[in-house]
């Protein structure tokens, strides 16, 4: 079982950077896949970022590769979104999630959520 809490979400002004953090209790998060996703109003979840169990691996979505990086500290059980150059489509709901590890794309491969964090960048 593992719990995650995200948070570092806000409102900055488009161009602007935000980071956030999503800390996980549980003997075993070293052993997850972690994820970020989105979801805009009215939209669909979608994949952001993904990295793999040591850190060595990360995956992007073509939306935000270049400005977005996503790392982990599996000494601190948390994971990490630091987002750059940030423009008003980014605005959504963020929320890290954690899995087993395959299809790290697809939302329902993940088997735990956080509650998520609002991001909104106005123009």
């Known amino acids: 079982q593992v719990q995650l809490v995200e948070s570092g979400g806000g409102l900055v002004q488009a161009g602007g950077s935000l980071r956030l953090s999503c800390a996980a209790s549980?003997?075993?998060?070293?052993?997850?896949?972690m994820g970020w996703f989105r979801q805009a109003p009215g939209k669909e979840r979608e994949f952001v970022a993904a990295i793999s169990r040591s850190g060595g691996g990360t995956f992007y979505a073509d939306s935000v590769k270049g400005r977005f990086t996503i790392s982990r500290d599996n000494a601190k059980k948390s994971v990490y979104l630091q987002m750059i150059s940030l423009k008003p489509e980014d605005t959504a709901v963020y929320y890290c999630?954690?899995?087993?590890?395959?299809?790290?794309?697809?939302?329902?491969?993940?088997?735990?959520w956080g509650q998520g964090t609002q991001v909104t960048v106005s123009s």
């Open positions: 999630a954690a899995q087993g590890g395959s299809n790290y794309w697809r939302a329902s491969s993940y088997d735990y």
């Open positions: 549980g003997r075993t998060y070293s052993s997850y896949v």
